[in-house]
């Protein structure tokens, strides 16, 4: 193929896709003259230009399409949704035959009178068209078609619009389009070949470079010194300059999605506005092609799922035109691209009931669920809520090919919907894949390369740290900030030999919405890597993204996130930390206490889970106001309530507070010295009737007085328990349990989840309350207690019709299957574990919600029969 001939190509390709841009302008603005006059001037030079180089077939559509052009140009015909959809059609069919010609070298055989005969028809009665390009053996080569395709062929830079992407639907500057005069060329066309093999050089010379400093750093100074500090800022300063050629607008992956979305809003019938911004935004050429599949994805999604059709919009409130909003921008060294619509917004009840189909998971763990997590469904393979299958969308192809493309970037993508407000997804990536940050580490004498932008923190996990590595089902978890986050560890998973050294460390990674560990033995500095294919011989081979050289000219891999976040994701955190939990406590429950010191040298406890920060104020920052202490803390008043009433509130110095939360609201506990944190089973084995105090246990092999948390939350404020649940309508639970510590560790959770709560020591105590005419919207109850035990209580309870639609919850240390199985036999509709203690919020709250929806449902069937 002639140079020529491939000119014309390329320039063709840009003239076509700026007509696709500009004709979903024009159809928007039908009166824009210089809208026209660019579409007219284009599809006007394509012809010119396909009769100088004999191409008559490309040339006779799009004389075609110009006589219809020709014809809004004269205002003899309108200009209407069919008449544009018919130039879109003839610049299909041209971009169809540049494809062939492109293959072949030439122009193929075929006749294309069907599609000109329907471009013509639209015309005909208006104005006789044009007569049809003559064949190439006949056609009058004219001195002003020569000095305007030469002018085409000079300037092929001109073709390509400014800003594509704003020109797209919401235009804000109309698209530059091919100059009709002569200009000094601004830019050249450079093959991609040669960018990314200048890209290899430049590699090659920045490893040499690193490897130069390298040696200059393990001697001392000689006259190579300042030659090599001058030779890396130019090595830097080339590696810049070739970077940038790289770097191209991200409105280069959107020309097309105007002239989709068009195309979607005539077949369906709906008004759909694309707006575009940070059309200018760079990023790299290969990112930039790898974008371009899911971006089109995402954006027919929203035309196709989100909008609704003129008539639903106007009966939801809304105008009768949808907007997708398309936008980019940098922050913090990534891309950020956010697709938004104002459309029905995702249905959380038809995903929930697809998952259940689909058997994806239970009706129980779907209850369990929040909306957000209910909302990953949608990246599952397979996975589609669509009624049926059409040409766009239906058949559960896409989201999870999604997903996949943008992690296997690096990037991560976030989904948040509201129902009837719309759809956002949210794509963070980074900026080029060719050189990037990476943390060095070293297993088994082994060195790897991990991507920062995978990276959350490091944690050294040793015999003396906190963080400690503990093993469930042979699979290694590592508990940090009293969570539990699988492991990987490199020795195990590559099939390394085992090393010296006992001090290990865990990198913390995140992939998506996975977080977890990557054991290693020793972490060296971070720094940039000049990523490197994957040789031919472990192409196919998990974990390896690539390798790189190291300054000291050490080759090593660059480990593959997204591979060892699928190793990871084999264990399932949730039951990992349940598991966890029981197997830390064989037969009675254990907890996590603060101890603490406050008025006497006796130690106090206090459920650790209660207490949502420990902070040590200055005591210059506590002020008096309205008779009591008060502290400006996270741009709030918090109140300070002293443990006991004879405090010696400090001037200066430190002053340790126990924090508690509740929404919006603070209280700091004073006390006068924190002890310590421990893990013990407790039993409260003398009672105490001093306010505040709920008895005397044995923690930690020492005496401590059990504090009462709800006392103290009332001297702060008075309506702690009570002002939320008047906000939104009272609810009552009922906690029958013959322990006092639990029911202080069940009332504040409850409490601050808006419920008012009424306590019963045992089964018996709680239906004298039934006795006494009182009712609850919940019943949370033990098993083993004296009088009348937990299982005697719940068929007591659903033996009454006074109580017996109440929901009812089974709190209890027994856990295995035939307990479980005599609460489901004894009426109880859910059965948790005391063990579970750091879980228990979310856990009571998830049960809560379960049974209440079940109780709904069972009302609503009744109701209906």
């Not at 100074?221 to 300042?226: H, P, Y």
């Not at 803390?633 to 340790?656: C, E, I, S, T």
């Not at 508690?660 to 603070?666: E, I």
């Not at 919940?778 to 068929?795: F, Q, T």
Request: glycine residues 8%; hydrophobic residues 45%.
């Amino acid at each position: 193929m002639d140079d020529l001939l491939q000119e014309f190509l390329a320039e063709t390709t840009e003239s076509l896709a700026v007509l696709d841009v500009e004709l979903v302008r024009f159809e928007r603005e039908p009166a824009d003259a210089t809208i026209l006059g660019n579409i007219f001037r284009l599809m006007h030079t394509i012809k010119g230009t396909c009769g100088f180089l004999g191409l008559p077939r490309l040339g006779s559509v799009a004389h075609a399409g110009e006589n219809i052009l020709g014809k809004f140009r004269d205002g003899e015909l309108p200009v209407t949704p069919q008449a544009v959809s018919l130039i879109l059609k003839a610049i299909d069919h041209i971009r169809a035959l540049l494809a062939e010609l492109a293959a072949q070298g030439c122009e193929p055989p075929g006749d294309d009178t069907a599609v000109i005969a329907e471009i013509d028809g639209l015309a005909a009665g208006t104005a006789a068209p044009e007569p049809a390009l003559p064949a190439e053996d006949s056609f009058p080569v004219a001195a002003e078609l020569l000095a305007e395709v030469a002018r085409a062929i000079e300037v092929p830079s001109q073709a390509a619009p400014a800003e594509p992407a704003r020109a797209a639907a919401r235009a804000e500057a109309p698209a530059k389009t091919p100059e009709t005069k002569d200009a000094p060329a601004s830019s050249i066309r450079v093959n991609v070949d040669v960018i990314e093999n200048l890209m290899t050089l430049i590699s090659e010379l920045v490893l040499t470079r690193n490897q130069l400093l390298q040696m200059q750093r393990s001697q001392k100074d000689n006259e190579f010194k300042v030659p090599l500090q001058r030779l890396s800022h130019i090595t830097s300063d080339l590696q810049d300059g070739v970077t940038r050629l790289r770097m191209q607008p991200i409105g280069n992956a959107w020309n097309k999605l105007p002239r989709i979305v068009r195309d979607l809003a005539v077949e369906t019938g709906k008004k759909i506005e694309l707006v575009m911004q940070g059309a200018e935004t760079e990023l790299d050429r290969q990112i930039l092609e790898m974008i371009k599949d899911p971006l089109t994805h995402m954006v027919r999604n929203s035309a196709d799922h989100g909008i609704e059709n003129p008539a639903q919009r106007l009966a939801a409130g809304k105008p009768e035109g949808g907007t997708i909003t398309l936008d980019a921008y940098h922050e913090s060294g990534h891309i950020f691209i956010r697709i938004a619509d104002d459309g029905r917004g995702l249905d959380v009840n038809r995903i929930r009931a697809k998952a259940i189909a689909n058997g994806l998971a239970t009706e129980t763990a779907l209850a369990a669920m929040g909306e957000q997590q209910i909302l990953q469904f949608i990246f599952r393979p397979g996975f589609s809520t669509a009624e049926k299958v059409t040409s766009v969308s239906g058949r559960g192809v896409g989201m999870d090919v999604v997903r996949t493309n943008i992690e296997r970037i690096g990037g991560t993508i976030e989904l948040s919907s509201s129902a009837g407000h719309g759809t956002t997804v949210l794509i963070k990536i980074p900026l080029t894949l060719a050189i990037v940050s990476a943390l060095i580490v070293e297993t088994a004498r082994q060195r790897f390369a991990i991507p920062q932008l995978n990276i959350i923190e490091l944690v050294g996990v040793s015999d003396r740290s906190d963080a400690r590595i503990e093993t469930i089902n042979t699979s290694p978890v590592l508990r940090l900030r009293d969570r539990l986050l699988p492991l990987v560890s490199l020795r195990g998973l590559l099939g390394l030999e085992p090393g010296p050294g006992q001090d290990r460390f865990v990198v913390v990674a995140q992939v998506g919405a996975n977080r977890f560990g990557i054991i290693v033995d020793r972490v060296f500095d971070a720094e940039e890597i000049v990523v490197k294919p994957v040789a031919p011989l472990l192409r196919g081979t998990r974990f390896y993204a690539g390798n790189t050289i190291l300054g000291d000219g050490s080759v090593i891999m660059i480990l593959d996130p997204n591979d060892l976040s699928g190793a990871a994701g084999q264990i399932d955190t949730d039951q990992a930390a349940g598991a966890a939990l029981a197997a830390s406590s064989q037969v009675e429950a254990q907890s996590s206490f603060l101890l603490f010191r406050a008025g006497d040298r006796e130690l106090k406890a206090i459920p650790l889970e209660l207490v949502s920060r420990i902070e040590s104020l200055d005591a210059a920052s506590i002020e008096h106001v309205g008779g009591r202490q008060v502290v400006q803390y996270r741009q709030h008043l918090m109140p300070l309530v002293p443990f006991h009433d004879g405090h010696a509130w400090k001037a200066n110095g430190q002053q340790d507070v126990l924090v508690f939360s509740d929404k919006d609201r603070r209280m700091g506990l004073a006390v006068d010295e924190v002890v310590d944190i421990v893990r013990d089973r407790m039993a409260v084995e003398l009672s105490s009737s001093r306010p505040g105090l709920l008895g005397s246990a044995v923690i930690a092999g020492k005496a401590a007085d059990i504090v009462d948390v709800g006392h103290f939350l009332g001297l702060a404020f008075t309506d702690w328990f009570e002002l939320s649940s008047r906000r939104a309508g009272i609810r009552r639970a009922l906690v029958v349990d013959d322990s006092a510590f639990f029911r202080s560790l069940v009332v504040p959770l409850l409490a601050a989840a808006d419920w008012q709560v009424t306590t019963a020591a045992d089964g018996a105590e709680a239906l004298r309350l039934r006795e006494d005419g009182q009712r609850f919207d919940v019943i949370i109850s033990d098993i083993e207690m004296p009088n009348l035990d937990g299982l005697a209580l719940a068929s007591a309870i659903r033996g009454d019709a006074r109580w017996g639609g109440t929901p009812l919850i089974a709190l209890s240390s027994r856990d295995d299957e035939r307990d479980r199985e005599a609460g489901r036999e004894a009426g109880f509709d859910d059965y948790l574990a005391k063990t579970d203690q750091a879980g228990l919020p979310d856990t009571l709250a998830r049960a809560i919600r379960a049974a209440l929806a079940a109780r709904q449902a069972n009302d609503n069937l009744r109701r209906a029969s």
